[in-house]
């Protein structure tokens, strides 16, 4: 490969939220092997600096947009979002064109994925989309991710695909489509899988791994005492590591449910984890209940099973080899509950890895 076929600031990487930086750096760590290091914008939805895998592998933004600070209610968000693009583009537009940037990446489905690829338009600047091309075919679940993506997917100049069925979904959108053979999360999972926990000596040799946090779950209170009561289930089988979000405890302390978690013999509690925790709890566990998408993807490759608790999911991975989609139905959840050992699967290995494969195209460009 010639490294001189792009100049060093020519593609900036735009991420919003932790789990899109965590799920991306490798792409850029192996961009700077080649000696080329992309400049990475912030739009400000998380903070990204307060990660440690952001800290230990410097990552920091090198343009933080507009700090998201009011997260109590979903409605700020929006507000946000249109706030950012019409009183910070000018900003964001100088900075592009000072820097001499020609690309910019996006990563998934966020507000801030969207924003990105909307200002980088309008810039004049070609939009590379990550995780490109996956679909649930219903726009209002997941909501406003499917949305995010059919906008994003036509504006996108580029598209990265992690398996046939995204580029199949992206058969009438023009550009060029690229399939990785997998999602770049893969790389940072293979990455990550020994990290140190102290929470994991705390523990049974056998654990499920139990964390829920999406707002068209938690705010539907007959999807909520679900999620609850298949917890419970879980607990009366095997000890439960419950890793509680911030939102998901709101959400249980105002319906008065908050207590059958905590209080639970069988059931530990913890907040929310570094992500090289979590995926290091995740690899030892026995089996894990979560309703995270990306967490779909991350179990599939290590082959754990694992119950995703929603109605439609945008991915394919490991569906119905260890990866079972409940569909909020008890006949499901309980065949999965009396069945699980039979779902484990070997982890899987990678030729040639996602992020390679993304880093390998961007550093061609002209």
Request: hydrophobic share 45%; proline share 2%.
């Amino acid at each position: 490969m010639n490294k001189k076929t792009i100049s060093k600031n020519k593609i900036a990487f735009w991420f919003g939220t932790e789990a899109e930086i965590l799920k991306s750096f490798l792409v850029i760590l192996k961009m700077r092997e080649q000696g080329y290091s992309p400049i990475i914008i912030s739009t400000g939805q998380n903070d990204l600096n307060k990660s440690n895998i952001v800290v230990d592998y410097n990552l920091e933004p090198d343009l933080v947009i507009n700090k998201f600070i009011n997260k109590k209610l979903p409605l700020n968000l929006v507000f946000w979002f249109f706030s950012t693009i019409f009183f910070h583009f000018f900003k964001i537009r100088n900075y592009i064109k000072k820097n001499n940037i020609e690309y910019v990446v996006v990563h998934g489905d966020t507000v801030s994925t969207l924003m990105g690829a909307i200002i980088g338009m309008a810039c004049g600047v070609s939009v590379i989309h990550l995780e490109a091309g996956l679909r649930s075919h219903n726009l209002t679940n997941p909501f406003p991710e499917e949305i995010d993506r059919i906008i994003v997917s036509k504006i996108a100049k580029i598209h990265f695909c992690q398996d046939s069925t995204a580029v199949l979904n992206l058969r009438n959108t023009t550009g060029e489509i690229i399939n990785t053979h997998g999602n770049v999360v893969c790389d940072t999972v293979d990455l990550l899988s020994g990290a140190k926990s102290k929470i994991l000596n705390l523990l049974s040799n056998e654990y499920a791994l139990v964390t829920f946090h999406r707002a068209e779950q938690l705010l539907v209170k007959e999807k909520l005492e679900m999620l609850v009561g298949t917890t419970i289930k879980i607990a009366e089988k095997i000890q439960v590591l419950f890793v509680l979000f911030e939102f998901t405890e709101q959400i249980l302390k105002k319906n008065g449910l908050l207590n059958l978690i905590i209080n639970h013999p069988n059931i530990m509690v913890t907040p929310r984890v570094q992500y090289a925790e979590f995926i290091t709890l995740m690899c030892n566990a026995t089996l894990v209940m979560t309703d995270g998408g990306s967490n779909q993807e991350e179990l599939a490759h290590l082959g754990i099973p694992t119950l995703i608790m929603r109605t439609h999911t945008e991915r394919i991975d490991g569906l119905d080899n260890n990866i079972i989609l409940s569909k909020f139905n008890n006949s499901i959840i309980n065949k999965f509950l009396d069945n699980y050992s039979e779902l484990i699967r070997e982890r899987k290995i990678i030729s040639k890895t996602p992020a390679q494969i993304v880093a390998d195209h961007l550093l061609c460009l002209n």
